[in-house]
C-alpha cells in the first residue's frame, strides 16, 4: 500500500520525537557522568594503613601510616635497615628525598613508660637540624628545642662509610678509623647548638654549645626554682656561675 501523505508525516513525527529523545537522555546521561566525574569523593571516615602523596610525574612527596607500613630510609633510591617503625607523617623534598616529619609512639615495657614524640626538619641531604621533641625512659622525661649543626657530608655518603668500618676486624684500628670518622678533620658529623627545654633531672633549661658540641653556656632553673647561669670549659667543667645568691651578695 502506497503511504498517504499524512500517515508519512506522522512517520516523520515520530521518528523526529524519537532522535530528540534519545538525544535528550543521551546529553542527560553525559552532564550527569561529567558533573560525578568532576565532584571530589567524599567519605565520612576510612581506614588505611599507609598514604602516598604524590605528584602528577607520581614523585612521593609525603606518607601517612600505621608503624607497620612506616617507609625505611632510603637515600638515592637506596634502601638502607635501622630505623625503628612509628606511627607518623614524613615529608619528601622537590627530589623526592626524605626532608622531614613528625612521629608519636608509647608503651608501657615492664609496667614502666617508654614515650616519644616529635617533629623533625632535616638538613638538605643530611639528617635532622631542627626538632622538637618529647621522650620518656625508666622515669626520666626530656622535652624541648634542639638545633644541630650537620657536616657538609652527604647523609648516604656517611651510612655506606660507616658500614664500611663495621665490617673492620674489632680492635684499635677500627676504633681509630671510627673516631677519625666521627671527628671528620675537626668538623664533627652532629653538633648540638643549642637544646631549651625541660631536662631529664626537672630543670629548665637553655643550653649553649660551641661547634663540636659541648655545652659552653647553660641558664637554668632547677627543680627547686633556683635560677643560675654557668660557663663551662671545653671539658665540661663549670668556672663561673652568676646566681640569684650571687648577685645579692655583690649589690650590698
Same mark, same amino acid.
Do not use: C, H
Given at each position: 500500500m502506497t503511504p498517504t501523505p499524512t500517515s508519512l508525516a506522522r512517520r516523520w513525527f515520530s521518528f523526529r520525537s524519537y532522535v530528540v529523545a534519545t538525544t535528550t537522555a543521551a546529553s542527560v546521561l553525559a552532564l550527569a557522568a561529567f558533573s560525578k566525574a568532576s565532584q571530589r569523593p567524599h567519605f565520612q571516615e576510612i581506614d588505611v594503613e599507609r598514604m602516598n602523596i604524590i605528584e602528577p610525574d607520581g614523585k612521593l612527596r609525603l606518607t601517612i601510616s600505621d608503624a607497620a607500613r612506616s617507609p625505611g630510609w632510603t637515600f638515592h633510591g637506596h634502601v638502607y635497615p635501622g630505623r625503628q617503625k612509628s606511627a607518623?607523617? $614524613?615529608?619528601?623534598?622537590?627530589?623526592?628525598?626524605?626532608?622531614?616529619? $613528625?612521629?608519636?609512639?608509647?608503651?608501657?615495657?615492664?609496667?614502666?613508660?617508654? @614515650?616519644?614524640?616529635? $617533629? @623533625?626538619?632535616?638538613?638538605?641531604?643530611? *639528617?635532622? @637540624?631542627?626538632?622538637?621533641?618529647?621522650?620518656?625512659?625508666?622515669?626520666?622525661?626530656?622535652?624541648?628545642?634542639?638545633?644541630? *649543626?650537620? @657536616? *657538609?657530608?652527604? $647523609?648516604?655518603?656517611?651510612v655506606l662509610k660507616q658500614d664500611s668500618l663495621k665490617k673492620m676486624p674489632a680492635g684499635p684500628a677500627r676504633d681509630s678509623a671510627m673516631k677519625a670518622f666521627v671527628e671528620n678533620n675537626g668538623t664533627p658529623l652532629a653538633a648540638r647548638r643549642l637544646f631549651a627545654g625541660r631536662d631529664p633531672n626537672r630543670s629548665a633549661v637553655v643550653s649553649l654549645s660551641d661547634p663540636w658540641g659541648r655545652p659552653r653556656l647553660r641558664m637554668a632553673v632547677d627543680s627547686t626554682g633556683a635560677a643560675s647561669i654557668q660557663f663551662l670549659d671545653t671539658l665540661g667543667k663549670v668556672t663561673r656561675i652568676i646566681s640569684a645568691d650571687s648577685l645579692a651578695s655583690t649589690s650590698r
Open positions: 607518623g607523617m $614524613i615529608f619528601f623534598n622537590d627530589e623526592g628525598e626524605e626532608d622531614g616529619g $613528625i612521629g608519636f609512639g608509647g608503651r608501657k615495657v615492664n609496667g614502666k613508660v617508654e @614515650a616519644d614524640g616529635g $617533629i @623533625a626538619f632535616d638538613r638538605y641531604e643530611q *639528617d635532622e @637540624a631542627v626538632t622538637l621533641r618529647y621522650s620518656e625512659e625508666n622515669g626520666r622525661r626530656q622535652q624541648g628545642l634542639s638545633v644541630t *649543626d650537620r @657536616a *657538609d657530608v652527604p $647523609i648516604y655518603q656517611m
